[in-house]
């Protein structure tokens, strides 16, 4: 049975990932949530690729995402509280034989830049990061602009490879590329899912 997950609307279950969730957030920023047909392509993507670990923090952005990994028969999936907790689950997952996956936000994965640089940069641990990115142009909310700004400049800092998708038919390419050097170099490579890729 799949866990219940928390999220800005009250605890959740799988097959409730429904307009409850989308009216307790709020309605004028429906628009924000990944499409179904998004999800359906980014999990699709995540299996090609050979994926078949991931951690996700649930965030309003993502949440159809989250739902549709939890319900992958062919994926096991793990529910974080913190963005650097799943790093480092994701660790724990490769060093026991998986292929893992972190997925999260912008302003999560400014989280995680100490557990990456100390449990998978240091020891050449592979990760493949899936970033939804908020903040870039067209963001009314402030401070998703800041850490929209900081987004590429913390990934180059940490001397992580990144590809930006743009658009749906980048996605299953995409990833497959990402993760493809991810497992060849031991190294995180991330994903950037602009919000055009997203909704």
Do not use: W
């Amino acid at each position: 049975m799949y866990p219940r997950i928390f999220g800005y609307g009250g605890l959740q279950s799988p097959r409730g990932r429904s307009m409850r969730f989308i009216k307790a957030v709020g309605s004028p920023r429906e628009e924000r949530f990944v499409k179904p047909e998004i999800a359906a392509e980014i999990v699709s993507s995540l299996k090609q690729a050979g994926v078949d670990f991931v951690a996700t923090l649930t965030e309003a952005n993502l949440h159809e995402l989250v739902m549709l990994l939890g319900e992958e028969p062919g994926l096991q999936h793990v529910p974080v509280t913190r963005e650097e907790e799943g790093i480092g689950i994701c660790a724990g997952a490769y060093l026991g034989g998986k292929k893992p996956a972190m997925v999260m936000m912008n302003a999560g994965f400014l989280l995680t830049t100490n557990a990456l640089a100390t449990v998978c940069l240091h020891p050449g641990i592979p990760i493949l990061l899936l970033i939804g990115h908020s903040g870039g142009v067209g963001e009314i909310n402030p401070s998703h602009g800041t850490v929209g700004m900081l987004t590429e400049p913390v990934l180059q800092a940490l001397q992580i490879v990144y590809e930006k998708i743009g658009r749906k038919d980048e996605i299953a390419p995409t990833i497959s590329d990402c993760q493809t050097l991810a497992r060849s170099s031991r190294r995180p490579v991330a994903v950037v899912l602009n919000k055009e890729a997203l909704r």
